[in-house]
């Protein structure tokens, strides 16, 4: 008999990635592969935490005619001497060890960066992982070092001189290589590039910043002595200001729950025209999809003009002025300085912090509302525009509502309303059960999230025709729930009827919870496709597991949350960085959504701010590649086609059972 695949599965088929191979194996789950710029940015961020760090007055950038690019700072320069456990130059441990740097421990007054982009602990190891050669050259202690690496590889060790007259005394220098068969493009994207260099000048006021184009022989310099006012008032423009807002605040020793240095700076502006300018940062890191420090931001804005609204009594009778009537007109600049930052995605594009919202919030209300106070006549003008903004969404809203009141069917018992019409703003929560649906409706904001509770798991429609759809409950209550039709993937329907801009699915976070969701995903992709490709349908992610933590130096005790194992470990691993030692925390795990509480619900999966809530959507394989892979796993006659990917796949996967 013939040896198989699978016999031949052994202790020899298990390959321990070493190093940065992990990194060089698969680049795209540790920077974008779409161009260079994201390892590069590794290097810039570097030399920007000397500067936040207060040691470092000046970043250059070169970018060679050859395609390399060179970046240089005149901070501390990166030290060189024998690391105490590993018996290797640390400058060689940064750029070849995926978890090695100066910015784990945070909680240590004293420790060389207090505040730096994360602790993800890849940085610039990824950079020289993806590079065909980099050099490094370090100016520390009256000493010149070098050393280079080829392939992610030491080539050249290190080796020191005396500096001689004339040469920096202090600072670090990096010349890579990028390897252009790691990217889709190995051009870097000089309009992005520019951005980014030009907000870390903006974000640390009094730094030169200065990039230099060799083949273009074209040199940039950035300086903003004013920092985020002067940034905003030159990007805006023409732009009319109604008015402009700024300041910023910072947790003390006393302040509860935040550690020492935590806090924000702003400027934000308010225009009745044009468009808006909205940047935020993290640490001195971009976060263009924004985070939990945005909210922040919009809940401090909108409490602050609320309340100056209702001293003065300037809404009309009726009127109710919501978040994004305030927001809607503002354009900021916000830089957030986070202890501990938790981002979603290596790239840090969001943040997701959640206690970052009340530490935002707490800066910026107290400071809006003593402006507002002493600027009565903006404010009132600020309210004005505001009120202007609601009474506009508030008609949009009634013309929808006229439209679809005519003809709509009588709504499903089960379902638990929300009192907005606005499409854009509602939600449905397609609840598992009627336990986790009564912890949903009383944790839900009633003003713009409905529950409807579903009753174990659905059919499996894939194969169902539609007219025989309402035949079951389920399925019947769903549809007029959502006030939409069944129809077909090239039929042509009106979205006028639909209820709700978002059609949140939300099981609990295991096997059984994952096939209600497919379930129901099925449901949406066969008989409501429409709905997909127009970006309604969203998959709600509870926490699997709940970690209880200690105190931890100046950093209360606190509940934390993790998704899955993944994130479960990495909470474990930041537990132990802190100093915690093994056994001070506890772990539960969540048996359904059913033993959430209502306020842990709220705070983990349905509050807009604070919650992760994927989009569906067809991906880059397309409405009609997706449709046949469902063909293959719900199909009642592919039984096979699933035998054969189970056997193909199966050792890949962890099952929970």
């Not at 970052?356 to 404010?379: T, Y």
């Amino acid at each position: 008999m013939g040896t198989s695949k699978r016999d031949s599965y052994s202790e020899a088929s298990i390959r321990v990635l070493k190093g940065l191979e992990p990194v060089r194996q698969r680049p795209g789950m540790y920077t974008s592969t779409v161009n260079p710029l994201h390892i590069v940015q590794e290097v810039i961020d570097n030399c920007a935490d000397e500067a936040l760090a207060g040691q470092a007055g000046r970043i250059e950038v070169i970018v060679h005619a050859d395609g390399s690019v060179t970046v240089q700072d005149d901070g501390r320069g990166i030290p060189v001497g024998l690391h105490p456990d590993e018996g290797v130059p640390v400058v060689e441990l940064v750029f070849t060890q995926l978890h090695a740097g100066g910015k784990f421990d945070k909680l240590d007054a004293g420790a060389a960066y207090r505040f730096s982009g994360g602790l993800h602990g890849v940085g610039v190891s990824v950079t020289n992982a993806l590079a065909r050669r980099l050099e490094v050259e370090v100016h520390r202690e009256g000493q010149a070092s070098f050393l280079a690496f080829a392939d992610g590889a030491t080539v050249e060790p290190l080796h020191s001189r005396p500096l001689v007259r004339g040469e920096a005394r202090n600072g670090t220098r990096v010349r890579v290589w990028p390897d252009a068969r790691y990217f889709d493009s190995p051009q870097l994207p000089q309009g992005e590039l520019l951005h980014l260099l030009r907000s870390k000048a903006v974000l640390l006021p009094g730094l030169t910043v200065r990039l230099h184009l060799e083949k273009s022989a074209e040199t940039h310099e950035w300086r903003y002595e004013h920092g985020l006012r002067g940034y905003l008032r030159e990007s805006l423009g023409d732009t009319p200001v109604l008015l402009e807002f700024d300041g910023e605040g910072a947790a003390e020793a006393q302040t509860e729950g935040f550690a020492p240095g935590e806090g924000a700076s702003w400027c934000v502006a308010f225009s009745a025209e044009g468009s808006v300018l909205r940047e935020s940062y993290v640490n001195l890191i971009p976060t263009p999809a924004g985070g939990t420090h945005d909210a922040g931001l919009r809940e401090g804005l909108f409490q602050a003009v609320k309340g100056f609204i209702e001293l003065h009594a300037l809404s009309p009778k009726g009127l109710r002025v919501l978040p994004e009537d305030v927001f809607s007109r503002a354009s900021y600049v916000l830089s957030a300085k986070v202890l501990d930052p938790q981002f979603q995605g290596q790239m840090k594009e969001r943040l997701n912090s959640r206690d970052a919202v009340r530490l935002v919030s707490g800066f910026v209300r107290p400071a809006l509302e003593l402006w507002l106070s002493q600027h009565v006549e903006q404010g009132k003008a600020l309210a004005e525009l505001v009120i202007a903004q609601a009474q506009s969404r508030q008609r949009a809203a009634q013309r929808v509502e006229r439209r679809k009141g005519s003809g709509i069917a009588v709504l499903p018992g089960k379902l638990t309303d929300c009192e907005s019409r606005d499409l854009s703003r509602n939600e449905l929560f397609l609840v598992e059960g009627d336990s986790a649906g009564g912890s949903a409706k009383m944790g839900r904001d009633k003003e713009f999230q409905a529950v409807l509770p579903l009753r174990g798991k659905v059919l499996n429609s894939w194969e169902v025709e539609r007219d025989r759809l309402f035949a079951n409950q389920e399925i019947h209550d769903i549809a007029v729930a959502i006030g939409l039709d069944p129809h077909g993937l090239h039929d042509e329907v009106d979205l006028s009827g639909l209820r709700y801009g978002k059609i949140c699915i939300l099981s609990d976070a295991d096997v059984d919870g994952s096939h209600i969701q497919v379930l129901l995903l099925t449901l949406f992709l066969r008989h409501f496709p429409q709905l997909v490709r127009s970006g309604h349908v969203y998959v709600a992610r509870p926490p699997l597991y709940r970690v209880d933590a200690p105190a931890r130096g100046r950093k209360p005790a606190a509940k934390l949350y993790a998704l899955d194992d993944g994130e479960l470990q990495a909470i474990c691993d930041r537990l132990r960085k802190d100093g915690l030692r093994e056994g001070a925390w506890s772990v539960s795990r969540f048996k359904g959504l059913g033993e959430m509480s209502a306020e842990q619900l709220w705070e983990t999966t349905l509050n807009p701010d604070t919650r992760r809530l994927p989009q569906v959507g067809f991906g880059g394989q397309g409405s009609e590649a997706t449709a046949e892979l469902f063909t293959r796993l719900m199909g009642k006659g592919e039984a096979q086609a699933r035998r054969e990917l189970m056997e193909t796949f199966g050792d890949r996967v962890e099952v929970d059972i």
